[in-house]
């Protein structure tokens, strides 16, 4: 018999700690096809973030390294520039990127570091329990937006594609969506994209992946992708928005 | 062995980890001490290293995490404020088990403090100035060959036990020029093999760089096994040089910068037969307990000097442990205690004119005659 869909090599034989329903699965399968197809896995190497991510170097059969917080740009600049022949992509979220790590993903950038980063934004912070984080929606509830994230005292969503987007050094900023099959697709063809300019020493490639959080958008799974739907993408636009270096 | 060179010292300790094999240096700018990132950034490269000047220390000593996860032999240096805010890498660099060499050249705090020599930051340094049951090698240097020949040392020893090492100056010893000999750069290929470092998994079980165990019971084996380390280090690593130990009756103790000026005062002291030396620790951690334990039957007591408002002082105490008097004397922020002042604090001392040795003698500093 000849299998159709398999567990990709690169992903270890493990079940994950993920709540069901969430989209890290879908992120990390995409990932993990794209190290596969490019023939990769022997010089991968990942860093994990803090956040429902941290424990990503459990899923992933290559090597890895776990960041501090918001960190994970940078050590994967300490990576890429003792092994530049690696392929060294850090894989974080919202809270851990577009908050806490907002310096280091936009020097990153600016330097051009010749790295992948799969950014997955959920409009919430996972693992702590529902706070807000800087990709909440207006009127979004949170458990520190119990109200609704108030502009006045809370600020709007920041919008880390279209910013990175005027950041000369970044070669390929992209968003996209998990929340249907057809989006998936375009996803991975993303991903392999961020993948492939790092292979050909293109610079730094960013792809940020519109995602659920049913457990603490308090909602079904099939619930929050029309939710994702229906509000992120109004907000948060698909597409590439940065297709190589320069203005 | 190469020639004698004038160099300062920020430029001659670049020099030296170039000469250990350290191929990748993070930095981001602050006084006194960016003569070594400018020293690296000129020439690193010709070494075929890289050198990157981060956008913050936090990124930096995050830049090293990486580094040293991927099998670099790394160096960072900073002052104090930016080792502040290297803290939580530090951290995890030491849960990680991660080696890698951390230069000081401490200025006064707290705070902005200013630019000038300190010694304030030894309680950061030796107590883990960062979270959690972890411990830094500290050396100190009191000259610049000897922190060109303990930057070697320190390579080493980050290494051997997979630990963050800190070489401990001040701004005076970053500023100043001294002769110094180097050795030779030493051969890449002679640099230990590092099988747990993230290099790709390639016909190998894969590597993780980590400091997280959320199982109580692992994380308290982590740390126990951590701490059995850190036994070694203490039984293996204590270094300190002890002068006049066969016959004085009145012991300095000072690192650094400070043990030369009390080495000189010991000197004018000796001439008038007085008889004084010193206890300089010179890795203050792990703090060479076993230094006062050779003197301290025959000791009538130890004048601690330091550029702090008492710091090290805690861990002379707890060596000398009631046995016998421990004054103290310092100055702060920037102000180097005079050979003069340092005389009079220990001639105070011998003729009993000191206050309780609970009591800082001489609260004003120096500004007192």
Redesign the interface.
């Known amino acids: 018999m000849n299998p159709v869909y398999t567990r990709p090599k690169s992903l270890t034989n493990v079940v994950t700690h993920y709540c069901p329903g969430c989209t890290h699965g879908i992120a990390h399968r995409l990932v993990a096809e794209t190290i596969d197809e490019l023939g990769i896995?022997?010089?991968?190497?990942g860093?994990?973030s803090v956040g429902c991510s941290?424990?990503a170097?459990n899923y992933f059969?290559?090597?890895?390294?776990?960041?501090?917080h918001g960190?994970a740009p940078?050590?994967?600049?300490?990576?890429?520039?003792?092994?530049p022949e690696?392929i060294v992509f850090a894989y974080q979220g919202d809270g851990d990127l577009a908050s806490i790590g907002m310096?280091?993903i936009?020097?990153a950038a600016?330097?051009g570091e010749n790295i992948t980063v799969i950014f997955i934004n959920n409009a919430i912070y996972g693992m702590t329990g529902g706070q807000m984080a800087p990709t909440t929606l207006v009127g979004q509830k949170t458990t520190t937006s119990p109200f609704g994230r108030d502009p006045g005292t809370q600020g709007y969503p920041v919008k880390i594609s279209e910013l990175l987007s005027t950041v000369k050094g970044a070669y390929y900023v992209a968003r996209f969506s998990l929340h249907n099959p057809a989006n998936v697709q375009r996803a991975k063809q993303g991903i392999k994209k961020a993948f492939q300019n790092q292979i050909e020493g293109k610079g730094f490639s960013l792809v940020e992946l519109l995602s659920t959080c049913s457990t603490n958008w308090g909602m079904t799974p099939q619930n929050a992708l029309k939710w994702l739907e229906e509000n992120m993408i109004p907000e948060y636009p698909l597409g590439e928005f940065k297709t190589g270096e320069g203005e | 062995m190469s020639e004698s060179l004038l160099m300062k010292g920020n430029e001659a300790l670049a020099e030296a980890a170039i000469r250990a094999g350290c191929r990748f240096y993070f930095g981001y700018p602050i006084t006194p001490q960016n003569e070594i990132s400018e020293y690296m950034a000129r020439r690193l490269g010709e070494h075929g290293g890289v050198f990157v000047q981060a956008e913050s220390e936090v990124s930096s000593i995050n830049m090293v995490y990486g580094a040293a996860g991927a099998g670099g032999r790394v160096l960072i240096s900073s002052s104090s404020p930016g080792i502040s805010l290297m803290q939580e890498a530090i951290s995890y660099i030491a849960g990680a088990e991660l080696p890698c060499v951390i230069v000081n050249m401490s200025r006064g705090g707290p705070g902005l403090g200013g630019i000038q020599p300190s010694q304030s930051d030894y309680f950061q340094s030796t107590k883990g100035g960062g979270h959690g049951d972890y411990r830094l090698i500290v050396l100190a240097p009191a000259t610049i060959q000897e922190g060109c020949d303990l930057m070697a040392t320190a390579f080493d020893l980050a290494d051997k036990y997979r630990n963050p090492v800190m070489i401990l100056g001040d701004g005076m010893i970053g500023q100043m020029m001294e002769p110094v000999v180097f050795p030779e750069v030493l051969d890449a290929a002679s640099l230990p093999h590092k099988p747990w470092a993230t290099t790709g998994n390639e016909g190998r079980e894969r590597n993780i760089i980590s400091s997280i165990y959320l199982d109580p019971e692992e994380l308290d084996a982590h740390n126990w096994r951590l701490e059995e380390k850190y036994r070694k280090v203490r039984e293996n690593e204590v270094r300190y040089e002890i002068l006049h130990g066969d016959d004085a009756e009145w012991f300095f103790v000072a690192y650094g910068t400070v043990a030369r000026i009390c080495t000189a005062v010991i000197q004018r002291l000796r001439k008038d037969g007085v008889k004084v030396g010193l206890i300089r620790p010179i890795s203050l951690w792990p703090f060479p307990d076993e230094a006062f334990e050779k003197v301290v039957d025959r000791a009538k007591g130890f004048l601690t000097v330091e550029m702090s408002t008492g710091q090290m002082v805690e861990d002379v105490r707890l060596a000398v442990n009631g046995r016998k008097p421990v004054y103290f004397y310092g100055r702060t922020g920037g102000a180097v205690p005079t050979p003069r002042s340092v005389e009079r604090r220990l001639r105070d001392m011998i003729d009993g004119k000191a206050p309780s040795q609970t009591d800082y003698f001489d609260r004003v500093g120096g500004a007192k005659k």
């Not at chain 1, 896995?41 to 190497?45: D, L």
């Not at chain 1, 940078?74 to 092994?83: C, D, E, H």
């Open positions: 896995q022997g010089r991968t190497i860093v994990a941290v424990f170097y059969d290559v090597d890895f390294q776990q960041a501090a960190r940078a050590v994967a600049t300490g990576i890429k520039r003792v092994r690696s310096a280091e936009v020097h600016v330097r």
